[in-house]
């Protein structure tokens, strides 16, 4: 089944075809953190949406190259700088260092490149520059830079290509400085903000004078440098449609006068607790946050990947336990599975070596269709669990054979390639240690007491300790 996509360009789903005339490589760029403070769930769902896209294209046999901006330089940033009496490195490099270990808590793959914007300058100032030569940016008389609506629209261009805007109600000569504004003030707004006292030690020289870049162009000038003047996709949250990626096209088409993107995806808010999140109604929540209250990356990723990416998810703690019993009869299953799979066959034949007896669940074809409808991860959960329960009657009643639960195995990694689960045990135990230790287990139930200690010497011998607790045995490596 083909992959089809919602375009936020065309407001239609569409069968997803690559630039790549082989049909291979992708190009996928999803806005970064901008790092001045850590990152709340908010920000946390489009990172992984952004992460079950890119695996998604990978499932489906694409050879993604995935960047991800980090923004380490904008107002917020340089207001917080000048309050906490820091440097910009200082002070950005804390927050991105903080993202990337959440990223990877959260059992997100790490982009191909996290491009930072302040190494970016050289690209910026060559992209204002060629919007200059072309008529469509000016420097106005504050010293800064800024874009044109006017005269991009003079060009044939189209400005709104994401949202719908009313022109009628734009004030000729009307200018934005800051780098966000709302859909009322459309405006032309700013790519080179000229050096103010407020800005510090932070600004660069440019051909108009010192200054800094506005937000919008550092991500135009990077995406465009990673991926080319068109690439493939482009994600974000929804509240970046406007005014910042419709930015972006404009700035990048402006410049280039070549499409810039072909498929824009965005991803839905997030309320948490029925609300909207807000630190003063105590429903503000980082990563952080949460692990703290006992939860684990695993279970916040599973939790909001519950949602389809275009609906408004209700985060809430309730479904953060919710998620923590769903993965555990996933574990169980997977953990069976692994320890029937891992079982001895007899040289002799025997039930062991029988082949595959079959007839389980197509659970990669259904997971997979139900991800190429525009992400419907709700069907592919429904294809998981249907799965799980299927496999645990077949191995209740004795009718999966090993070959099976080999098959299973191999099913459901493919699988977890999307979903980015793994399993508990895989968190620090490697996969043969836990199957052994499945077996010591399934030892001790049958009473085979010696089996069992043979068991617990070769895991000694590969360097893990078993230990009998109350909550049932747990590996220590020695
Ligand atoms: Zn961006």
């Known amino acids: 089944m083909a992959?089809?996509?919602?375009?936020?360009?065309?407001?239609?789903?569409?069968?997803?075809?690559?630039?790549?005339?082989?049909?291979?490589?992708?190009?996928?760029?999803?806005?970064?953190?901008?790092?001045?403070?850590?990152?709340?769930?908010?920000?946390?769902?489009?990172?992984?949406?952004?992460?079950?896209?890119?695996?998604?294209?990978?499932?489906?046999?694409?050879?993604?190259?995935?960047v991800m901006n980090i923004t380490d330089v904008e107002d917020k940033i340089i207001k917080r700088v000048r309050e906490t009496k820091t440097t910009l490195r200082?002070?950005?490099?804390?927050?991105?260092?903080?993202?990337l270990d959440d990223l990877k808590t959260l059992g997100c793959r790490l982009p191909h490149a996290t491009p930072r914007a302040t190494e970016h300058i050289p690209e910026m100032l060559e992209l204002i520059g060629r919007l200059i030569e072309r008529g469509i940016a000016y420097k106005a008389a504050d010293g800064s830079?800024?874009?044109?609506?006017?005269?991009y629209r003079g060009c044939g261009c189209k400005y709104g290509q994401l949202v719908k805007l009313n022109f009628d109600e734009m004030r000729a000569g009307q200018r934005v400085a800051s780098d966000e504004y709302d859909k009322e003030s459309v405006a032309d707004f700013a790519l080179w903000k000229a050096r103010v006292p407020d800005d510090g030690d932070v600004f660069w020289p440019s051909p108009w004078g010192e200054g800094r870049p506005g937000w919008h162009i550092e991500c135009s000038a990077m995406s465009m440098k990673a991926l080319g003047t068109t690439f493939d996709l482009h994600l974000g949250g929804e509240d970046l449609a406007f005014p910042h990626h419709e930015d972006e096209i404009a700035q990048s088409e402006g410049a280039t006068g070549r499409p810039f993107v072909n498929y824009w995806l965005h991803g839905a808010h997030l309320m948490v607790e029925g609300k909207k999140m807000s630190k003063s109604l105590g429903n503000f929540f980082t990563l952080r946050d949460l692990l703290a209250k006992g939860f684990t990356g695993r279970e916040v990723r599973y939790l909001l990947?519950?949602?389809?990416?275009?609906?408004?998810?209700?985060?809430?703690?309730?479904?953060?336990?919710?998620?923590?019993?769903?993965?555990?009869?996933?574990?169980?299953?997977?953990?069976?599975l692994r320890a029937l799979a891992s079982l001895v066959v007899p040289p002799s034949g025997g039930p062991a070596a029988e082949p595959p007896?079959?007839?389980?669940?197509?659970?990669?074809a259904n997971f997979g269709n139900a991800l190429a409808d525009d992400l419907n991860i709700s069907a592919a959960w429904a294809a998981v669990f249907d799965w799980v329960r299927e496999t645990n009657k077949r191995m209740a009643d004795n009718s999966l054979n090993v070959a099976d639960a080999t098959a299973a195995l191999t099913a459901w990694e493919k699988v977890d390639s999307v979903l980015g689960i793994g399993t508990k045990a895989e968190a620090d135990v490697p996969a043969d240690i836990q199957a052994l230790a499945d077996n010591r287990t399934a030892a001790k139930k049958a009473k085979d007491f010696k089996r069992a200690d043979a068991i617990r010497d070769e895991l000694k011998a590969k360097g893990w300790l078993i230990e009998d607790t109350a909550k049932g045995p747990k590996l220590k490596k020695i």
């Open 3 to 66: 992959l089809r996509l919602h375009n936020t360009l065309t407001r239609s789903t569409q069968d997803f075809a690559p630039l790549d005339p082989a049909g291979k490589k992708v190009g996928l760029y999803c806005c970064g953190p901008t790092v001045y403070d850590f990152a709340h769930i908010g920000n946390w769902r489009t990172f992984v949406f952004a992460d079950l896209v890119r695996r998604t294209l990978e499932f489906n046999g694409y050879d993604v190259r995935y």
């Open 145 to 151: 830079v800024y874009f044109s609506i006017e005269k």
């Open 90 to 99: 200082e002070f950005t490099g804390k927050f991105e260092a903080a993202f």
């Open 305 to 336: 990947l519950t949602a389809h990416y275009r609906e408004t998810f209700n985060f809430t703690l309730d479904g953060l336990t919710g998620a923590k019993s769903a993965l555990a009869r996933i574990d169980e299953c997977v953990g069976k």
């Open 357 to 364: 007896r079959g007839g389980t669940t197509n659970l990669t």
